[in-house]
């Protein structure tokens, strides 16, 4: 009865070291706190960038253009670049109805990870660009992005 308890005591032991293992790494990520930018479109005559991240505002403004409208939240959302950068996603024109939705930023073993959904409707009697553009705080411009994007039909 007593080698029980002692096989009991390290049974226990070793799955309360086995479930605490794991926790140093889950530590390991950062939350990155971003805003998601509105009332931009990309411009016609561009190539899509390879790379997501644009550090400076003359690339993006080369990229980008404002689509400010009348009313509440009309105006495109400001971006300081000398404080912050963007990443931005952008898709090939397309008639299907698509919305890219940010869903987090995380920093780990100093590489930015974005995941988004891609979420896909309806064919549509005219085109579009997706275009999904978040702000980041300067701090992290200098880590490597990693992109990872999950398509909901």
Do not use: W
């Not at 190539?47 to 495109?76: C, N, W, Y």
């Not at 971006?79 to 869903?103: G, M, N």
């Not at 549509?124 to 300067?138: E, R």
Request: glycine content about 4%; proline content about 5%; aromatic content about 10%.
């Amino acid at each position: 009865m007593n080698m029980k308890k002692i096989i009991f005591a390290m049974a226990s032991l070793l799955m309360m070291v086995g479930c605490t293992a794991n926790k140093p790494a889950e530590e390991d990520i950062e939350s990155v706190p971003f805003e998601v930018a509105k009332n931009y479109f990309f411009k016609n005559n561009q190539e899509i960038p390879v790379s997501p991240k644009i550090t400076s505002a003359d690339t993006f403004d080369r990229l980008f253009g404002m689509a400010a409208f009348m009313g509440k939240d009309g105006q495109p959302t400001t971006i300081d670049f000398d404080k912050q950068f963007v990443l931005a996603i952008v898709l090939p024109v397309t008639d299907v109805a698509t919305e890219i939705i940010p869903d987090k930023v995380e920093l780990k073993d100093d590489r930015l990870f974005y995941s988004y959904e891609l979420k896909t409707g309806e064919q549509q009697s005219y085109f579009i660009q997706p275009v999904s553009i978040i702000i980041l705080d300067k701090q992290f411009e200098n880590h490597e992005v990693v992109v990872d994007s999950k398509v909901t039909l």
